[in-house]
């Protein structure tokens, strides 16, 4: 089993930054995807981005794409989401997902997830 807990968020005025983490435990996985995926009120949890350990590889969806960057700190076991020039369309709920192997996808079809933390960007 694995573990994941994000922490991170907050509150943020439009334009700020914040940086989301995703600290795994339990089993390690010698390859692995991880990825961000986030629910507002009354909408479907949706891709953000995510990262292939294999190679580093990564994808974003287009609503984030050039204010996002994904990153992984191996050692820590731990995977980040740097936001930019935030958005008040970017307040969810985030969560972020890992799978072993290696494709890398933009859909939930994740086996392991994590709780959420809450991003609230204010106008």
């Known amino acids: 089993q694995v573990q994941l807990v994000e922490s991170g968020g907050g509150l943020v005025q439009a334009g700020g930054s914040l940086r989301l983490s995703c600290a795994a435990s339990g089993r390690a996985f010698n390859t692995y995807v991880v990825g961000w995926f986030r629910q507002a009120p009354g909408k479907e949890r949706e891709f953000v981005a995510a990262?292939?350990?294999?190679?580093?590889?990564?994808l974003y969806a287009d609503s984030v794409k050039g204010r996002c960057n994904i990153t992984e700190d191996k050692a820590k076991r731990t995977v980040y989401l740097q936001m930019n020039s935030m958005k008040p369309e970017d307040t969810a709920l985030y969560y972020c997902?890992?799978?072993?192997?290696?494709?890398?996808?933009?859909?939930?079809?994740?086996?392991?997830w994590g709780q959420g933390t809450q991003v609230t960007v204010s106008s």
């Open positions: 990262m292939r350990s294999f190679d580093g590889r990564t």
């Open positions: 997902a890992t799978n072993p192997g290696l494709v890398l996808t933009t859909t939930r079809t994740y086996d392991y």
